[in-house]
């Protein structure tokens, strides 16, 4: 296997293992099921610092479409925190807050017709914004130059979404940046609690409205809460100007001068929908005032970006409701 970047492979391909093995989630015994399909992984690195961890099928099918799936990670966690773990002592809790990994095997069993592979990015900073501040000069060239190396290696017609969570939002705005219009072959664009860098002035909403209008295979999704009021040690967390409940009232400000936008709420969950239904804003009211940043992902949130507005949409999960994806947890 050759490739312009040093890599280390990670893992060999196991089959899909017809025992079910038994791991711990809290005080629950879970069934841990067979992954849906058997999977390998590699890793490298690009300069200036940024890991890149894919998880692909051992086996993919060529009769399927390929469908890569970046994910931008949220400041402060490793490739490992993200993709998750069941907690054993002694094990960080950061392991137990987002569970991409399970929650891309859940994706992999609905969208059983697709080959679907992960892209984990992560900066040496574990930030994207630190990374892109010590980059300032050159970074939407450098994500660019990242985006490019993993889809020119993939098939025709492979699909490419974008997912951020937290601080990951960076490098989305960031590959906003790097383009004068969004690629087509990109068919999602899903800010997780991160678009707190969202700036007009940069031409965010005006590229992605476009986008949107190029073609009715591309989606946009935003999840926010509000995050005005929430306090942390005694203090409140989010200054007068921030937080994404704000940024998320910026993007809908510019969206409602391009487009009609209608909005409906569902117990706690506020939703405005544009496009017919292929742009969403989905904010959680947050009555209760609690801290729900890395909740929004864990809730079933990175599931419901890839398949709101398929046939799967809510099928075998809720969005802000139990997870849907124990099963597919890795642990002791």
């Given at each position: ?67 890569v799936l970046f994910y931008a ?41 697709r080959n679907i592979t992960v ?142 936008i209608r909005s409906f709420q ?67």
């Open positions: 296997m050759t490739h312009p970047f040093r890599r280390t492979l990670l893992l060999a391909a196991v089959a899909a293992a017809a025992v079910i093995l038994t791991s711990c989630s809290g005080p629950e015994q879970v069934q841990r099921a067979p992954n849906p399909v058997p999977e390998m992984t590699y890793e490298f690195t690009m300069d200036p610092g940024v890991r890149i961890h894919v998880n692909r099928p051992t086996f993919p099918d060529p009769d399927k479409r390929t469908l990670l949220p400041n402060g966690n490793t490739i490992e925190m993200t993709i998750g773990r069941h907690l054993s002592e002694g094990l960080d809790w950061h392991y137990n807050i987002q569970h991409i990994g399970a929650q891309v095997r859940f994706l992999r069993n609905e969208l059983s017709d892209v984990y990015l992560e900066t040496e900073q574990r930030s994207w914004p630190a990374w892109r501040k010590a980059n300032a000069e050159n970074n939407a060239f450098l994500i660019r130059r990242i985006f490019r190396t993993i889809a020119d290696q993939q098939p025709p017609g492979t699909e490419f979404q974008l997912a951020g969570h937290s601080g990951g939002g960076s490098f989305l705005n960031g590959f906003l940046n790097a383009y004068d219009s969004v690629p087509a072959e990109v068919s999602r664009i899903s800010y997780l609690d991160a678009n707190y860098s969202y700036d007009d002035s940069l031409g965010h909403g005006r590229k992605l409205v476009q986008w949107l209008r190029a073609d009715t295979a591309h989606k946009l999704s935003v999840f926010a809460y509000d995050d005005r009021e929430i306090v942390l040690n005694g203090k409140k967390v989010i200054g007068p100007d921030g937080g994404t409940f704000r940024a998320t009232r910026r993007m809908l400000e510019y969206f409602r001068d391009q487009t009609d569902d117990s706690t969950i506020l939703q405005y929908v544009a496009y017919n239904g292929r742009s969403r804003f989905i904010v959680h009211t947050n009555p209760e005032n609690r801290i729900l940043h890395t909740v929004l992902v864990e809730t079933n949130g990175y599931i419901h970006s890839v398949l709101f507005q398929t046939p799967y949409e809510e099928r075998n999960y809720r969005f802000s409701g139990p997870r849907a994806y124990n099963q597919y947890i890795d642990g002791p």
